[in-house]
């Protein structure tokens, strides 16, 4: 099934929840909507559920406009943060519940149940009631819920914040596993950039109710469009500092106290023509200590991950993160050298805050 949202609005009085808004999602694709608190995902999803009405715009599932359409009546399948089980009722009885409303027939309520419950891993559990469960076992739930009267399209109001880190990776990967083998057009909300990335087809970011982009996890990482976006999209954040790009003897030098770092001819020339300092973006994997870096500063800090460390190191007064190898082993307070990957670095109007590469 095909949504598609056009210049869509929603208003509470004098604040904007989300605002011209246009979105085009395909048959059976993944889409996560992306962004901090307060930047409109959640009121687009509850609006495409039909429990707000928009203030402006039109919403088509396919061919069929549903503004008005009641939220029974759209055939979409929505799993909670909460769950939002029935506490009295079986696994079963809660499975069961949009059928029953449906006045499914009790034999096909049993079949369907059953057959989706099997694909969640939880047919051995239908007699027990939610307080029996675990996290992940109630979240099973109410994604067989949402499954069982066969959606035209399931809607994830960020389903997996409850749940441990642990937890969180299987279900991810199994709901993703399940989205593609069912082809449902899903729409899933999340604060958390990771789970966008390794989850959907495309991701749209919003910020302030406003899309700030809309493409591939891979895009929206390599060519961001907009400072917003570079600094959102990916873990640690992009690292941001004012510089002013000149030219010189055909060779291009992103400049600021205590740097000055070559830049390709590819990216420096738009820069080069701003009129004005500039953003440089790199991110933290695209800087590396070595003997023959060429700017120099002492590290900070250094925050162990396990597999690398967080290295926080300070050139002047700027500050730059980057990973390194644990066997490293860097202490605060330690002279460095670091080289950046100019190759890789973004570079962003500090007016418009869009991107002098990518337009």
């Known amino acids: 099934m095909k949504v598609t949202i056009d210049n869509l609005s929603k208003k509470f009085g004098d604040v904007v929840g989300v605002e011209n808004l246009t979105l085009h999602i395909e048959d059976g694709e993944f889409v996560a909507f992306l962004g901090p608190s307060g930047c409109g995902k959640t009121t687009t999803l509850l609006t495409l559920a039909g429990i707000y009405k928009p203030t402006d715009g039109v919403i088509q599932f396919g061919e069929r406009v549903v503004n008005t359409v009641q939220p029974k009546d759209r055939n979409i399948g929505m799993v909670f943060q909460s769950y939002a089980l029935y506490p009295h ?113 495309r991701i749209a970011v919003m910020s302030g109710g406003h899309l700030q982009a809309f493409d591939s996890p891979d895009e929206l990482y390599d060519r961001p469009k907009t400072q917003f976006v570079a600094g959102f999209v990916g873990n640690p954040p992009m690292n941001f500092v004012d510089v002013n790009v000149q030219a010189s003897n055909g060779r291009f030098f992103a400049e600021a106290e205590s740097l000055r770092l070559e830049v390709q001819e590819q990216r420096g020339a738009p820069p080069a023509s701003h009129d004005g300092p500039v953003v440089m973006g790199i991110r933290p994997e695209d800087i590396q200590i070595a003997s023959n870096g060429s700017v120099s500063g002492e590290i900070f800090v250094v925050e162990p991950l396990g597999r690398e460390d967080l290295i926080d190191v300070r050139v002047g007064r700027h500050s730059f993160l980057l990973l390194a190898d644990t066997e490293d082993r860097h202490q605060a307070g330690e002279r460095v050298s670091l080289a950046f990957d100019m190759e890789q670095a973004q570079f962003f109007d500090p007016e418009t805050e869009k991107s002098l590469l990518w337009q």
């Open 89 to 201: 009722m079986t696994v079963f009885q809660n499975i069961a519940y949009p059928l029953k409303l449906k006045k499914v027939s009790k034999a096909d309520q049993h079949d369907r149940v059953r057959q989706v419950a099997n694909v969640m891993g939880i047919g051995e559990l239908l007699d027990r009631r939610p307080g029996q469960l675990s996290g992940g076992q109630q979240q099973r739930v109410a994604l067989g819920r949402a499954l069982v009267k066969e959606p035209d399209v399931l809607l994830f109001d960020e389903p997996l914040s409850n749940l441990d880190a642990r937890l969180r990776l299987t279900m991810r990967g199994e709901i993703k596993h399940l989205q593609k083998d069912l082809g449902i057009t899903s729409i899933y909300v999340t604060h958390d950039q990771v789970e966008a990335m390794t989850m959907a087809d």
